[in-house]
């Protein structure tokens, strides 16, 4: 009998308190995995991928506002700019492209954007990488090219049941209550392949077309054929990189041009987004501390089992050590079980959480746009098994060496 | 250091106990509870050491295997005086020396017959799956091979005992009181198998009991009273 083979039988004796302890301590590595992923592919596509956009020429008021507002389709812009301001903004060299766009209505929950029929062609939601109509993509028809057209985002389409060909009438406002353009009835005629940012989760309409929605005034519609007179939520841009992907020094200097204009000011996704991820930052930090506490309970209740199981074996310990086993041998086995089960726990915590990563990146996908992939590794993965390894000999040690200090002729009578 | 035992053979001792004392504690209270002068067993001898329950025949057999250490004296087993070892070179010598049948409950639960008959030898370092086999049948357990302990009888279990004592060939063979629980007939036949497969693997039997029916089967029998005269002497611990 190997010493592996002695450890497995005596797992195998308490194996009811072993899998439970193993189980509830598999848990709290569960969430901490699938937290610590989650946490850290958004923060990674918040920070590196910015959804195709450098910066975002918008109306003075809150940065962190213009960025929820114009790339997470969530709250409201703080106000509108001159067309002018865009035209500026487009001749400076360190601009590649830039996308008007207007803001400020939905459908059924989600906004409505009205861009240029130029974004579809142009805009890349990642480096490389434009919106496709392509079926082979998951797309659906094609860009709209006139007024009174409109293209609806994957997830949209797919929440509202949107088909090319399909009829609707934006809303004038983003608030629950707030009245339809009941006159102006937009045609589907696409459905963007989905690109796991939330620009799928977007209606989105010429901006000429914004311009003549019903109600919007005379003056208003007058903007649509006079690009000049118009008014905008902002602009997206994107910028000159340098070598190695950052964005070009220059920005600055832009930067500090624009915020001197009174009316205007250039935000940076990537300067923002820290603020908006210590928002959020709470929900991961009282998850994470949940599975902290479940692995904390876990390693409790394997010291629990590991101690009632050394009373339970104090004879048979005893045995092995008259049949020629030192000391050392049951120190081993103890906290060889301790580390088996906490390993085991590992394993298993690892496994449920990439579980859940794969159970989850499809509805959270569809609810914010992010995209997560269970393949992903994240810190939390580096770190499980040692860590885990480390509780199983904090919790094993005692009972180790309870084992190790064990009088064998005692253990022959108990 | 060549001395004559009972069979008249001028060999060396495979026992060889001088002036051992053992002082055990009880509570607050010490004891003496072993004062031999002078005992020795030589090789291939089977010795069966009767005498009252609680007299200290299984103390002495505790001091032989190395699991307790003397208060004073020299006790040379094998060749190795165990007074001069420490734990783990003790635990070494039991685990290559010695084999051990107890009085009872002596197999460990969730391992099978055969297991349990390996685990004899696994500290040894010399597993022999086929010798641990044809013991068991030998010990007319051929069929009860992969049965946990809770499935055997008691003399099924103090069989594989038996068996689990000698897997490892040792030089000697430390039985304590191993047929207690067991009916006569059961009693005579693991005795019987006992002292064969000693003689069988060339072991040295030493045989504790106080069952007048086990010691008729052994030529040499120690009366425990004439080895062993601790004193009275009681000391109150501070």
Redesign the interface.
Known sequence: MSFLQILLRSLRRHRLSGALALLSTALGVALIVAVVSFREQSHRQFETEGMGVDAILAPRGSALQVVLNSLYHLDEMPGTLPWREYERVRQDELVVEAFPFATGHSYSGFRVNAVEPRFFARFEHRPGRGLSFAPEDGGQGRPFDARGEAVAGWAAARTLGLTVGQTFHPVHGVRAGDPPHAEDALRIVGIMAPTGTPHDRVLYIPLASFYTLGGHGETVARMADHPGEREISGVYLRLRHIRGGALHPGIQQLKYEVNRRPAVQLVVPNEVLPQLLDIIGWADRVLFLLGTLVIGLGGAFLFVVLVTALREQRRDLALLRMLGAGRKTVFGLILAQALLLSLGSAILGLAAGHAVIAWGSQAVAQETGLRFSEGFLSTADVWTIPAMLVLGAVAGLFPAVQAYRMDVLEGLRA | MVQAGNTGAEVSPIIEVRDLKVKLAHGTAASWVLDIPHWNVHPGEQAALFGRSGCGKSTLL?VL?G??MPTSGSVRVCGTDLTTLD??KR??F???K?G?V?QN??L????TAL?NV???A???GR?DRAKAVSLLKAMDLADRLNQPPNALSLGEQQRVAVA?ALVKEPELVLADEPTASLDPRNSARVIDLLQAACRGCGSTLVLVTHEPEVLTRFERQVPFRDLNRPGEEVERRR
């Open positions: 505790h295997s699991v307790l734990e783990a635990d070494a039991r685990a290559h010695i051990y107890f409950l002596n460990l639960p969730g391992y297991e390996l685990l004899g696994s500290f040894s597993v689990r």
